[in-house]
């Protein structure tokens, strides 16, 4: 089973990830870690990737695809795809390269989230510089407000990629990219799962298991 999980920074991506590999085994492929390994385990790939990189270019669709079938093969094609593709031209050369394999995307999961409430979620978040406890303002306040529970002496902070402007600024690209990508799988008839992941967690967790239940019945 090939899955691709969308949503919105903030919208409990990394959480729903984990839950979906637990419960049917699969295995977790993000383009950026497998870039990152390419390069570290010094392969043709990686160092195609590498010279790009070293130059400042951006690493070309085609390499990226290339990088990311291999993987999806490694793992038996039986994976999430973690917020790839990240572009409509991606995922149409994703499932070129899938379909030549006889593979395609079993199911797209969306998690969908008002804007408003991905800003408060990222926005209030809190992290400890020295242990990297994430703690939030509002849901999941420290004992001590402003201070780890772990790490007594240490003060909490606002990483920079939480605050308002740098948020506004991730979501913009996210609805100028990567939300086109649902549209596009939709347009080509894959099967595509809009599951509301503004509420609690273990809700969406039910939401996103009753949709895959006709794939892995």
């Not at 509002?138 to 990483?159: A, H, M």
């Not at 991730?170 to 599951?195: E, P």
Request: hydrophobic residues 40%; contains cysteine.
């Amino acid at each position: 089973m090939i899955l691709v999980l969308l949503g919105p920074p903030g919208a409990g991506k990394g959480t729903q990830c984990k839950r979906i590999i637990d419960k049917y085994k699969l295995r977790h492929l993000s383009s950026g870690d497998i870039l990152r390994s390419e390069r570290a385990a010094g392969t043709e790939l990686g160092k195609k990737a590498q010279q790009y990189m070293d130059s400042g270019a951006l690493v070309p669709d085609e390499l990226i695809i290339e990088m990311m079938v291999a993987a999806i093969a490694d793992a038996g094609w039986n994976c999430v795809l973690d917020g790839f593709p990240r572009t409509t031209v991606q995922a149409a050369r994703l499932d070129d390269a899938l379909k030549s394999q006889g593979k395609k995307i079993d199911a797209v999961i969306d998690l969908q989230v008002d804007d408003k409430i991905v800003a408060t979620r990222i926005t209030g978040r809190r992290s400890c510089p020295k242990c990297g406890a994430v703690y939030h303002i509002e849901t999941l306040k420290p004992k001590r407000q402003g201070w780890c529970d772990n790490c007594i002496d240490t003060k909490l902070v606002q990483r920079d990629d939480d605050k308002p402007e740098v948020v506004a600024n991730r979501l913009g690209a996210y609805h100028k990219q990567t939300a086109a990508v649902v549209g596009y799988y939709k347009s080509v008839k894959a099967t595509v799962f809009d599951v509301r992941a503004d509420g609690a967690v273990d809700d969406v967790t039910r939401a996103v298991f009753n949709k895959l239940a006709s794939l892995a019945a």
